[in-house]
């Protein structure tokens, strides 16, 4: 088993998935934030095996993935799907290491707290072994939702989201990129990952149906928000798509609150809010766009509007970088909670 020696002080620290999309966002943020780390295991499948990644410019090896690759490990970043966070996460915790998990396997799991530290920190002193990581659109969703609810009490929310091809990992960004490729190569354009053609389209399907007629991506928004805000009565009701972006996803959102919404009030609301920047000047075309949020650490927020005919309602704009407040940066801040 390979692993780095990076400082005497620190934690043991794995990485699943770290070949992945959000795996190597992962290593990126654990540089970019200092996170003490005395040791770093990556790991990944055996298509990864004989591979290295940088990491604070040391060629680090890639593990492929066994029950003992948590031996003396203290926390591990999982990013490798959902069946096998199922599969790993009770090796990872018979080895004592906490689990923060960035798949949906353990978020609707009362014990397992879900967690945006800038909304609910104060969960993630009750895990047992796993913290569980956000559905990406939920997330960048939440930071503009949260200090809104804390102004005006959120009743109902209606949204779109706009999601990034780095939703579906580093294969739906391949397959955009050589989309686009083919297209200008007059070459016939071929959809392994996607159902459909995702360049110079609109997929309007994440993940699998259910019966009543919404995908699985949309009742994690319902279902996760009502975790995460504690508002087990929060009515949601989204549509997801895939559009051809490559890394920040977009939501237009709709929320009704129990109090009258003044506009000024919810911009200072949002003016103060950490993790969140508003962009809101119409008139000079300032909004937020997906390709201005990707690598930003913040949630950018605007178009910020009174419904019409509708005093309780605001109408709004949010973008965030999938990978980055919408998976990696929003775990390994939870891990600098801890
Ligand atoms: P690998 O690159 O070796 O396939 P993405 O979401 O971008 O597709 O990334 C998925 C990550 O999960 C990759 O690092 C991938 O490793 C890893 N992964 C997928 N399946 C397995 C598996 N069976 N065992 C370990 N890691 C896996």
């Known amino acids: 088993m390979s692993s780095s020696q990076l400082s005497s002080s620190g934690k043991r620290v794995a990485v699943l998935g770290a070949t992945g999309a959000v795996g190597i966002e992962f290593l990126k943020v654990l540089e970019r934030r200092s996170f003490p780390i005395k040791e770093l295991r990556l790991l990944a499948s055996p298509r990864s095996a004989g591979t290295s990644l940088f990491f604070q410019g040391e060629k680090i090896p890639v593990d492929v993935l066994r029950r003992e690759s948590f031996r003396g490990i203290d926390l591990a970043f999982f990013s490798a799907g959902g069946e096998i966070s199922k599969q790993f996460a009770p090796a990872a915790l018979d080895a004592g290491a906490l689990v923060i998990d960035n798949s949906s396997a353990f978020r609707m799991d009362p014990t397992v707290p879900l967690v945006i530290p800038e909304i609910n920190a104060h969960q993630i002193n009750n895990h047992r072994g796993i913290i569980a990581n956000p559905n990406c659109s939920t997330a960048i969703a939440l930071m503009a939702l949260y200090p ?21 990992g580093a294969m739906g960004m391949e397959e955009l990129e050589t989309q686009i490729l083919d297209s200008t190569e007059k070459r016939p354009l071929i959809s392994k990952h996607f159902k459909h053609q995702i360049a110079f389209n609109l997929i309007p399907q994440i993940d699998s149906f259910l019966e009543n007629g919404y995908t699985r991506e949309e009742m994690k928004l319902q279902n996760e928000s009502r975790r995460i805000l504690n508002l087990p009565d929060l009515q949601v009701s989204v549509t997801c798509v895939r559009v051809p972006v490559y890394r920040a996803h977009s939501l237009a959102i709709h929320a009704s609150f129990q109090q009258p919404v003044s506009l000024s009030k919810a911009q200072d609301a949002l003016l103060s809010a950490p993790g969140v920047d508003l962009l809101d000047n119409p008139s000079e075309s300032l909004y937020p766009m997906p390709l201005y949020a990707q690598e930003s650490d913040c949630c950018h927020v605007g178009r910020l509007r009174l419904e019409q005919g509708n005093p309780y309602g605001l109408a709004f704009w949010v973008c965030g970088d999938q990978l980055l407040k919408g998976a990696a940066l929003n775990a390994v801040q939870i891990a600098e909670c801890l």
């Open 148 to 168: 809104l609810h804390q102004q005006f009490q959120l009743r109902r929310v209606i949204a779109s989201t706009y999601q990034a091809v780095s939703g579906a």
